[in-house]
């Protein structure tokens, strides 16, 4: 995989302001990622938060893993890891895989630390992305939930749907609850309500809901065209920004 030529970009993404980057991240932002991730898919869930958070920069996690958009891949012109800045170096870049998902390409990969971190991390940017991090993977979630009960009603067994089985009511039952107190948790919140362990604890919680669901949709729920596939790289965009977590 090559890093494609991208458009000119300011020296080390957006231009900071009082000190730091003042990323729009409101309710407004937060329902966006989630619409988006929801109807749209994961690449356009991204795009909307890194194009509004960090514009022009390739968001990676503190062990300098990212999950992007396609888009973010080929435009960024510099890298933010774990709130900090530092340019991008393409060569040193190890591509990792590429997933062609419902919405859009999407591009796995991992980038070299900062050689020397010229500032401390942003921490408001850090609790922005990590929000709208939780409201993405929640609207992918909610997604896969409809995907499954849409399959699972089309589905027999005897006289039956698989939906009228009960242990599969009680799944479905269980994941929504779990969607429902998610979003209880981040409904009105700002980036400053919620500390990173606690958005990492829901992320983790996505990630038990989605792994039932797609246990429900059987074999098909691992094939590579199947929303399974979409549920395992939004996993992989949780690891990858909670990764040296206990050192928050």
């Known amino acids: 995989m090559t890093v494609p030529t991208r458009d000119a970009a300011p020296p ?5 302001t009082h000190g ?35 514009p022009g920069l390739l968001p990676c996690g503190p062990g300098g893993h990212a999950v992007v958009a396609a888009s973010t891949y080929a435009r960024a012109g510099a890298v933010w890891t774990d709130g900090v800045r530092h340019p991008r170096r393409p060569h040193l870049e190890t591509p990792l895989a590429e997933a062609d998902l419902p919405g859009g390409p999407v591009v796995m990969l991992r980038v070299p ?34 995907a499954c009960v849409g399959r699972l009603a089309r589905r027999r067994s005897g006289d039956a749907t ?9 799944t479905v039952a269980d ?20 500390d990173l362990p606690m958005l990492h604890h ?26 399974g596939m979409t549920a395992y790289v939004s996993e992989l965009l949780a690891e990858a920004h909670a990764a040296h977590e206990e050192g928050t």
């Open 202 to 227: 829901l992320q983790r919680r996505i990630t038990a809901a989605d792994r039932e669901q797609v246990r429900l949709l059987g074999a098909s729920g691992y094939l590579t065209d199947s929303p």
């Open 12 to 16: 080390y993404g957006g231009a900071r």
């Open 20 to 54: 730091g980057v003042s990323p729009p991240g409101g309710a407004e932002l937060m329902e966006r990622c989630h619409r988006a991730a929801r109807h749209e898919g994961l690449a356009p869930a991204l795009d909307v938060l890194s194009s509004a958070v960090l």
């Open 113 to 146: 630390p900062p050689e020397a971190a010229d500032a401390d991390a942003d921490q408001e940017e850090r609790a922005v992305l990590a929000l709208g991090l939780v409201w993405l993977r929640l609207g992918l979630s909610e997604a896969l939930r409809a």
């Open 162 to 170: 698989l939906l009228q089985q009960q242990l599969v009511k009680g």
């Open 175 to 194: 994941v929504l609850v779990e969607q429902l107190e998610i979003r209880a948790v981040v409904t009105g919140a700002a980036s400053a309500d919620l």
